[in-house]
């Protein structure tokens, strides 16, 4: 089970540079006291949550989510930032195992991303955050990916790059 921001796609910074825009855009950009770093491996959802707490913007979550998902697919259109060797290591993973990909981000950016290099023919099963109610660390990701699959969480693999994807596969039961 593959998770996407980090792992499939350079996406990290750039998620960062859509909610700095989108909250430049509706005002907040240079009195904002959140650190983007704190969220990486999180949902969008969490940032927007403690954004709302402290700032108390007159847009919802969901818009919020909406603008920041938007802006995220421009940039990702635009630039297509796979990560080099990722079709090849995927389309060889694929003839000998069954993939999926469990990712923090909303399905939206999840199915542009599928789209670069048509990576989604490779995978089984997809989970977004969309998908599940409690993001990472909780395990409900990987363990809904797992059912997809219709393997049991302990014969599962992730491959994941941030502390709370970490923490979610450990305690979904995968290695």
């Not at 950009?29 to 007159?58: C, E, M, N």
């Not at 990560?83 to 990909?101: I, S, W």
Request: charged share 30%; proline share 6%.
């Amino acid at each position: 089970i593959f998770d996407m921001d980090g792992v499939i796609v350079d996406s990290e910074s750039r998620h960062e540079r859509a909610f700095l825009e989108v909250m430049r855009e509706i005002g907040y950009g240079d009195t904002l006291d959140l650190r983007f770093a704190d969220y990486i491996g999180r949902s969008d959802h969490d940032l927007w949550v403690d954004f709302l707490a402290k700032h108390q913007p007159p847009q919802t979550i969901p818009e919020l989510l909406d603008l920041k998902g938007r802006r995220m697919i421009e940039i990702l259109r635009r630039e297509q930032p796979l990560f080099d060797a990722v079709p090849e290591l995927v389309e060889k993973l694929a003839a000998r195992y069954v993939l999926a990909l469990a990712s923090g981000s909303d399905r939206a950016v999840v199915e542009e991303v599928l789209k670069l290099k048509d990576l989604g023919r490779f995978f089984s099963a997809v989970v977004s955050s969309s998908d599940i109610q409690h993001g990472k660390p909780a395990p409900d990701i990987f363990l809904r990916t797992a059912e997809l699959l219709k393997v049991p969480p302990q014969n599962c693999c992730v491959i994941e790059d941030s502390k709370p994807g970490i923490a979610a596969g450990l305690a979904a039961g995968m290695e």
